[in-house]
């Protein structure tokens, strides 16, 4: 197994506000190294000048690329060039920089929506560019699956020590509870919260209910990706996940019960199911040594707490 180490490294973080950022700057800050981190009036990641003249300035060793425009299915449908042309700037700016900044090792962060829509469960890291995707998170997946190549690129053409990895769906402390533009986890929360406080005898749910979903906790990918770093140095993605899922109709009964509401559940199928499923293959990252600790209710129990506690309603 490969060791690098991490042992007083100026280590900087893209996208240290965000949810995945965050939890990651956590962990990190538990160990011996160096953070970097910049706000958007200092680094504006979009912007190409921006990106290299901070890098120029701050010469970071390690680099994980946690920034990304992000969303849940109805933020992917609605602003498709936000989800495909941010995200390939962002990517492009902080890649070539290191590149061009000698940095040693950088973790780029894709997600599993980047996998083929019918593909094979649970999904192995080879299907990869094996089918069509999935019509809802396309224009995401498509600058996500640009990212992990510019990482292989520089890797095969250079030498570079680029890694990628990707996440299943995620969910945690300072993800994004709009009710609309959220992922799932964090709409249930929230709608299930206001049903509860407002006396409602019933819920929505988007869609059928029928499609499956595995979740990670964020704290367990931050904890996942301090891993990868120390231990993975090759050119293939790697899956980050539990390796088990749920449907959408459990996960929201599952909800509903953290939260304390006791009414019914009502499925609004106008909206879109997005995939069918997308159940990530874990056994090359739990051959390395690394596995999921937090549980669902667990983890969905905690970020209600966090979320009464930072007035996210
Ligand atoms: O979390 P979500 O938006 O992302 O939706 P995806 C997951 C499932 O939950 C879908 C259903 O089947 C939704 O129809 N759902 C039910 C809801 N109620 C709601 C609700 O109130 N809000 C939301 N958002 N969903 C994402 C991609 O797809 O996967 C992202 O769009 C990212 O780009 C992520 O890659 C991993 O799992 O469908």
């Given at each position: 197994?490969?060791?690098?180490?991490?042992i007083n490294?100026?280590?900087?973080?893209?996208g240290?506000?965000?949810?995945?950022?965050?939890?990651?700057?956590?962990?990190?800050?538990?160990?011996?190294?160096?953070?970097?981190?910049?706000?958007?009036?200092?680094?504006?990641l979009?912007?190409?000048?921006?990106?290299?003249?901070?890098?120029?300035?701050?010469?970071?060793?390690?680099?994980?690329?946690?920034?990304?425009?992000?969303?849940?299915?109805?933020?992917?449908?609605?602003?498709?060039?936000?989800?495909?042309?941010?995200?390939?700037?962002?990517?492009?700016?902080?890649?070539?920089?290191?590149?061009?900044?000698k940095?040693?090792?950088?973790?780029?962060?894709?997600?599993?929506?980047?996998?083929p829509?019918?593909?094979?469960?649970?999904?192995?890291?080879?299907?990869?560019?094996?089918?069509?995707?999935?019509?809802?998170?396309?224009?995401?997946?498509?600058?996500k699956?640009?990212?992990?190549?510019?990482?292989?690129?520089?890797?095969?053409?250079?030498?570079?020590?680029?890694?990628?990895?990707?996440?299943?769906?995620?969910y945690?402390?300072?993800?994004?509870?709009?009710?609309?533009?959220?992922?799932?986890?964090?709409?249930?929360?929230?709608?299930f919260?206001?049903?509860?406080?407002?006396?409602?005898?019933?819920?929505?749910?988007w869609?059928?209910?029928?499609?499956?979903?595995?979740?990670?906790?964020?704290?367990?990918?931050?904890?996942?990706?301090?891993?990868?770093?120390?231990?993975?140095?090759?050119?293939?993605p790697?899956?980050?996940?539990?390796?088990?899922d749920?449907?959408?109709?459990?996960?929201?009964?599952?909800?509903?019960?953290?939260?304390?509401?006791?009414?019914?559940?009502?499925?609004?199928?106008?909206?879109?199911?997005?995939?069918?499923?997308?159940?990530?293959?874990?056994?090359?990252?739990?051959?390395?040594?690394?596995?999921?600790?937090?549980?669902?209710?667990?983890?969905?129990?905690?970020?209600?707490?966090?979320a009464?506690?930072?007035?996210?309603?």
């Amino acid at each position: 197994m490969v060791d690098f180490d991490l042992i007083n490294k100026s280590i900087f973080v893209a996208g240290h506000n965000g949810m995945v950022g965050s939890a990651i700057c956590r962990a990190l800050n538990k160990l011996p190294i160096s953070l970097l981190v910049a706000d958007k009036e200092e680094l504006d990641l979009i912007d190409e000048f921006s990106v290299k003249s901070w890098m120029n300035k701050n010469k970071p060793e390690v680099i994980v690329l946690a920034a990304a425009r992000v969303g849940g299915i109805y933020a992917n449908n609605s602003y498709p060039v936000d989800f495909l042309l941010n995200n390939l700037k962002i990517q492009n700016n902080v890649i070539e920089a290191a590149y061009e900044n000698k940095v040693e090792k950088l973790l780029f962060l894709g997600s599993s929506c980047i996998y083929p829509k019918w593909a094979g469960q649970p999904i192995k890291e080879e299907y990869l560019l094996t089918g069509e995707l999935e019509q809802t998170n396309q224009w995401y997946a498509i600058a996500k699956i640009a990212g992990l190549k510019l990482c292989q690129a520089y890797r095969k053409q250079y030498g570079c020590d680029f890694i990628s990895a990707m996440p299943t769906n995620l969910y945690g402390p300072n993800d994004n509870f709009h009710p609309l533009f959220s992922h799932v986890p964090a709409a249930l929360i929230r709608r299930f919260h206001e049903a509860k406080l407002s006396g409602y005898d019933n819920v929505g749910v988007w869609g059928t209910g029928n499609p499956r979903r595995e979740f990670l906790h964020v704290n367990d990918l931050a904890s996942a990706c301090i891993h990868l770093l120390k231990h993975y140095s090759e050119l293939e993605p790697i899956n980050i996940g539990t390796g088990e899922d749920i449907s959408i109709s459990s996960f929201a009964e599952l909800v509903s019960k953290v939260i304390g509401f006791n009414g019914s559940i009502v499925y609004d199928t106008k909206m879109p199911d997005g995939m069918k499923e997308k159940r990530l293959d874990v056994r090359k990252i739990n051959k390395i040594g690394w596995k999921a600790a937090i549980t669902l209710s667990d983890g969905l129990t905690s970020t209600y707490n966090w979320a009464l506690a930072n007035d996210i309603f």
